[in-house]
């Protein structure tokens, strides 16, 4: 890795700044093309992003509370993926949960934490 942090954040931001209507129904059209009863994922990403921002998440009240933390309910598959959800606070941070293959997890630590240098 030869770029900083900030370089993946501001990638992210672009990236996520182009999520717009017309995207996301090119987006279902593709799935919906390429879909051959299996479901469908996709093999040519080492990491992808599903992005969960901007949904009221943590304003669900199920009679004792808001969360604590909201994720997905089921396990997760151990592909690469990173979830992005607003934090808990609602302050503008943004929190990751993420899966990736055992043997890819030491690189990408040594990486983040070089980036955090």
């Given amino acids: 890795m030869s770029k900083p942090l900030e370089f993946a954040g501001e990638k992210v931001g672009r990236a996520l700044a182009k999520v717009n209507d017309e995207y996301i129904r090119s987006l279902i059209d593709y799935f919906e093309l390429g879909n051959d009863g299996k479901g469908w994922s996709l093999r040519e990403s080492d ?45 503008g941070g943004i929190s990751v949960v993420m899966e990736m293959e055992v043997e890819n997890m030491e690189g990408f630590k040594k990486a983040f934490y070089e980036g955090l240098k």
């Fill in 47 to 91: 990491l992808y992003a599903v992005s969960w921002l901007g949904m009221p998440i943590y304003d669900a009240d199920f009679g004792w509370g808001k969360p604590e933390f909201m994720g997905r309910a089921n396990t997760l598959c151990g592909r690469g993926v990173a979830y992005l959800l607003s934090s808990k606070e609602n302050d």
